[in-house]
């Protein structure tokens, strides 16, 4: 004698209020269809391994039993990762799908309704949404005109909110910047909780914020191979005190990080001068783009220090550039314009291949020369 079941719309609507209030308008995180374009949205590195290397990488793969778990630990992979980056012996790391990840756990471990996430706006937004995901209240201080540190009002936000995790990202994204070392020592002086430098874009600068770890217990700095040619893999990392490693480690899923990562990410830091080159590279398109950018009539670049440039459009141009990029050139790029009141008119470009970049600079040249009206 079962009752027969309710309408899908009924259901659908007994389900919607057992879901968390402050959840029920997310969706899903939208990322654009690239098939056919270049790519110059999302801060990859463009550039492909040689065959060769390919070939060697295949091998290595076929040895990994994927009828196992993953190594738990990630030990091998850890092992590489502390030469690579250099890090110390008494510092410890952990490993997340992604950075993204390792932003949920602090999420979590720091969150309840009442613990604040703060972070300097514009800025990435996985702090905020992850935030909001995990329970956790958020407080955006906006950064000045110039995209640095608010010191005053960054101070004033520290002491007023008292927030469990401070996230700055060093160079920042959208903005490309560091900030300034005086202001950035003060907020981490200042933070009652964990302060996390976000340095997704280390190999693309000389400035590192590891040394601070040994003056700051309370500070963590957080990596990603993402930005240096392995976006596919989902590799983040973070690095601290042991005791702060250790309660976060309390909270990761057992096999976070996938055989066929490790063994890739392992493969890959042994082949990383290659990387290395490739973000040289990318440093040397970033000057180039950068001049040719700044050539354009009315258009203004930002000084970057990561593999993007954040550019000002003639007044209400960003959504028409950006749609006809992709329209007409099949080139993707982001328009920030709407995200933040500070980046009012703005694009931001990842530096790509020199081809692309002057794909880009040919097709920007010409939508820049045609009247709006076009449109
Ligand atoms: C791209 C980016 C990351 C990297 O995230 P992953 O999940 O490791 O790919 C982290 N922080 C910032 C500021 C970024 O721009």
Redesign the pocket.
Known sequence: MTEPSPPPEELHTRLEQWIRPELRSLAPYHVADASGCIKLDA?ENPYPWPGTLTTAWLERLSSVELNRYPDPQGSAVKQALRRHFAIAEHHALLLGN???ELILLLALLFGGTSHCLLAPEPG?VMYSLIARQAGMAYCGVALTEQFELDRTAMLAAIAERQPAVIFI?QPN?PTGNLFDPATLRAVIEAAPGVVVI?E?YCAFTDTQHLPLLDEFPHLLVMR?L??IGL?GLRL?LLIGAPALIERLDSLRLPYNINSLTQASACFALEHASLLTEQSQQLRRERSRLFAALQSLPGITPYASEANFILLRVPAGEAPRLQRLLKARHRILIKCLDGGHPLLRDCLRITVGTPAENDALLDALTQLLCEPPSNA
């Open positions: 801060m992604g950075s993204d990435f990202a994204n976000d997704a990603t993402s930005k976006a983040g």
